[in-house]
């Protein structure tokens, strides 16, 4: 199969699809090699590069069309999505160490930000932007969190090997939390009174925050 024609089928594939596809997934269902396949994606790449309204996502091994980030604000306005709860400073610090030093338990966060996380970790959850990868083998097996691919997709990241630095990841972070908003995350980033400000009620904490030792991690 000729490149140019492969790249028109993956294209209908991702835009059929709407989520992610796995590329082990085409190349074993159109029995091409991944050499075939990387050669298509760049083709797809250059396609949807610049003002393009739409850019081709690749991450952990995955293929997914989404709208150009440039053009957000004029997206919102027309399709007025449902906004995802504004993600606090005390959030923002929880993913950023999280996704430098996964995985991590909730002490082990707790230890390096010296206040409790329980609410940040159970938001970060009901987000996508972590979850339960295993079990620290210590007393009491703790609950290990990483991250997800949403995480990757959402700072448009391939793998976590291309992590930005410290300070920039947390800049793109706060850019996704103040989209559609006129509101935006001032002051010191280092800031653990922001966790009692985040308005969640106790009943709508996750179960499996509440009682850890209930909970199976299913691989």
């Known amino acids: 199969m000729n490149t140019a024609k492969l790249a028109n089928i993956v294209e209908s594939i991702l835009f059929v699809s709407g989520n992610e596809v796995g590329e082990k997934d ?17 083709i797809l790449k250059e396609k949807y590069s610049g003002a393009c309204g739409i850019t081709l996502l690749e991450f952990n091994g995955k293929l997914q069309f989404s709208s150009n980030s440039d053009y957000v604000n004029e997206v919102s306005l027309v399709l007025n999505p449902i906004r995802e709860k ?11 160490i999280i996704a430098y030093k996964q995985p991590l338990t909730r002490l082990e966060v707790e230890e390096m930000r010296g206040v409790d996380c329980t609410y940040a970790i159970g938001n970060l959850s009901k987000l996508n932007m972590i979850k339960i990868v295993g ?25 976590l090997e291309q992590l930005p ?7 793109r972070i706060k850019e996704i939390s103040v989209i559609g908003q006129t509101e935006t995350l001032q002051g010191d980033f280092y800031n653990s009174n922001r966790d009692k400000n985040f308005n969640v009620e106790e009943g709508d904490l996750p179960d499996f925050l509440k009682d850890e030792s209930d909970v199976v991690v299913v691989d």
Do not use: C, H, W
């Open 86 to 96: 504004e993600l606090t400073k005390a959030m923002l610090e929880t993913l950023a």
């Open 165 to 171: 630095n410290y300070d920039e990841l947390l800049e």
């Open 135 to 159: 079990r620290k083998d210590t007393i009491g097996k703790p609950l290990l969190f990483g991250t997800t691919d949403e995480f990757l997709k959402r700072f448009d990241l391939e793998g």
């Open 26 to 42: 085409i190349t074993e269902k159109l029995s091409v090699t991944q050499l075939e396949l990387n050669k298509a994606i760049s």
